[in-house]
């Protein structure tokens, strides 16, 4: 199993960035999709869920109308479109796979991936 995060690095405040997360190794289209971050000295913090069918979609407060989440299951890719980025958004971005409740009591697991930095500085 694989989760492989690109797209990060250094932007200027009210710039943009997307990053995409790519799958291999499981059943890509079965699991929900997230975006974390953590900044330095701060605890993992969730900024987005896209679920699978249907792509519902659901944000977190810091980010609620400059981030989108979305995904294309025929390229097993996640991705998190970020714009009006501003230096409270450094920090290092992680994607993360959830199994389906239907997978059944006793099979919950999810992966992460490696992560990839973001530094928005002037």
């Known amino acids: 199993v694989l989760l492989v995060e690109s797209g990060g690095g250094l932007v200027q405040p009210g710039e943009s960035l997307r990053l995409s997360c790519a799958a291999s190794?499981?059943?890509?289209?079965?699991?929900?999709m997230r975006w974390y971050r953590q900044a330095p000295g701060k605890e993992r913090e969730l900024l987005a869920t896209?679920?699978?069918?249907?792509?519902?979609?659901n944000y977190g407060d810091p980010v609620k109308g400059r981030f989108t989440i979305s995904r294309d299951n025929a390229k097993n890719t996640v991705y998190l479109q970020m714009n009006s980025l501003n230096s409270e958004d450094t920090a290092v971005y992680y994607c993360?796979?959830?199994?389906?409740?239907?997978?059944?009591?006793?099979?919950?697991?999810?992966?992460w991936g490696q992560g990839t930095q973001v530094t928005v500085s002037s």
């Open positions: 993360n796979a959830v199994s389906p409740p239907w997978y059944g009591k006793g099979h919950e697991h999810e992966y």
């Open positions: 190794g499981f059943t890509f289209s079965h699991y929900s």
């Open positions: 896209i679920t699978s069918p249907g792509g519902s979609t």
